[in-house]
């Protein structure tokens, strides 16, 4: 009993702690992009006279139009319902390039073609800054297919540059419902809700607590 308890108790201490650390570090993401959001719109002509980490989560108004280069993140659930996040490039009037989240749509019946419109040139989008970190996930080494639209499992910075071949933005635009192109908005700037976090810290130190108490329980009992 004494080497159980040796071996298990830091180990769900830290579980623990670490799902405490990860709520604050997801209540910290929401209330910046909460406070962020509320601010005025920006334009483009802005972003250089703002600092990059206080870009994040700013809504920003583009122009430009929308690039060949469309990927169809796959295994998007909505409503319990399959379907894709699609991801389009869009060159701007002063010519950067951005990767727009257009939001979800259903798979059934799905065609590219006629779903995914060409909106044209000189069209004006809004949408959230996010950063480009990832978006799905696959647990293998991914290769992109050649042609476009490009079904993937999961999107990143690195390997959209190396497939697209050229730079992009570091902030992915998540588009907001009523711009140009817009689909079915899902993104959110978290995975899980802080207290989901609390909520799985509580179940590892209570499952620490039923230990400590069995051990002292069959240390002192009599045989």
Do not use: C
């Given at each position: ?222 045989d």
């Amino acid at each position: 009993m004494t080497a159980f308890f040796v071996f298990f108790f830091p180990i769900l201490i830290y579980l623990g702690s670490w799902q405490v650390i990860r709520g604050l570090e997801k209540k910290d993401i929401v209330d910046q992009h909460y406070q962020n959001k509320s601010l005025p719109v920006i334009n483009e002509s802005d972003m250089p006279l703002i600092e990059e980490d206080k870009l994040t989560y700013r809504t920003i108004n583009l122009q430009g139009e929308f690039g060949p280069e469309s990927y169809l993140l796959d295994n998007r659930l909505y409503r319990q319902e399959a379907g894709y996040e699609v991801f389009t490039t869009f060159e701007t009037s002063e010519n950067r390039l951005f990767l727009v989240n257009r939001g979800w749509i259903s798979k059934e019946n799905f065609d590219y073609e006629a779903d995914i419109k060409n909106e044209g040139s000189g069209i004006s989008i809004q949408g959230v800054l996010s950063p480009f970190t990832r978006f799905g996930l696959n647990l293998t080494d991914e290769s992109y297919e050649s042609g476009w639209p490009k079904l993937v499992q999961q999107i990143d910075y690195e390997a959209t540059v190396r497939d697209l071949g050229f730079d992009i933005n570091s902030f992915v635009l998540q588009l907001s419902a009523g711009s140009v192109g817009a689909l079915e908005p899902i993104w959110k700037p978290v995975d899980l809700k802080p207290s989901r976090h609390y909520g799985y810290a509580l179940q590892w130190f209570g499952l620490a607590a039923v230990l400590i108490s069995s051990f002292f329980y069959y240390g002192f009992k009599k045989d």
